[in-house]
């Protein structure tokens, strides 16, 4: 594919709504990452994909947020009953399973109101 | 848990000069990545120096590696105002993870 796609871009939700994020990460990538960006923040790590392998989800800050990958290629993060805490902009990026020259998507601004 | 960090968390340059940032990280490493961001949003790969490598060299990018002291630096000679952006380091703890650091902001003044 041409890159690592992310949807949406922007999402406003209000707080208690749950949401999902979509990333399609590059065709044959086996390796699939979640962060969490705050504002002016670095990146927190939140969930690592590896082929067929369970995954890592010990960034995953709480209870309420999940994430699959379904077919080894597009992932869904979901995060219930959102909070105000929760706005930031999540990213997305694949390897070929080598961590090693990371794509990233363009990211989703999720703002829960 | 972020991995890697980085100093100084802010730096204003005029163009022209040099911009060094450093990163420093506290497990071994098979490999660290310095990335570059726009704008908040995605991240675009610089430089990978590997943890048998000393120094590598990109263009204008200068990176070293320090295995014993757990750390690497990142110099952009010459700086632009193209060049004003956050660069993170990045390492991989646990051989194929990537984790980051919280970012030098850098500015180039023109």
């Known amino acids: 594919g041409a890159g690592v796609s992310q949807s949406p871009s922007n999402k406003v939700t209000e707080k208690g709504k749950d949401v999902e994020l979509r990333c399609d990460p590059i065709?044959?990538?086996?390796?699939l990452y979640w962060y969490r960006q705050s504002l002016g923040q670095g990146l927190e790590f939140l969930i690592y994909f590896q082929g067929n392998s369970a995954p890592d989800k010990s960034g995953l800050p709480s209870d309420r947020f999940s994430a699959e990958r379904t077919g080894g290629s597009v992932s869904t993060l979901t995060i219930q009953r959102t909070q105000q805490e929760d706005s930031a902009v999540y990213l997305c990026a694949s390897t070929d399973g080598l961590a090693i020259k990371a794509y990233f998507g363009p990211g989703t601004r999720l703002t829960v109101t | 848990s972020q991995q890697g960090e980085e100093d100084p968390q802010a730096l204003s340059i005029q163009e022209g000069e040099n911009a060094t940032m450093n990163c420093s990280y506290k497990?071994?490493?098979?490999?660290l990545q310095w990335y570059r961001q726009n704008s908040g949003r995605g991240l675009v790969h610089l430089i990978l120096?590997?943890?048998?490598?000393r120094e590598k060299h990109s263009g204008r990018l200068r990176v070293t590696l320090d295995t014993s002291k757990k750390s690497s630096s990142l110099l952009i000679t010459a700086s632009r105002a193209a060049d004003t952006a956050s660069y993170f380091c990045a390492t991989d703890p646990g051989g194929n993870d990537m984790r980051f650091g919280a970012g030098t902001r850098l500015t180039v003044k023109p």
């Open positions: 497990t071994s490493i098979n490999n």
């Open positions: 120096i590997r943890s048998n490598e």
């Open positions: 065709s044959g990538h086996t390796a």
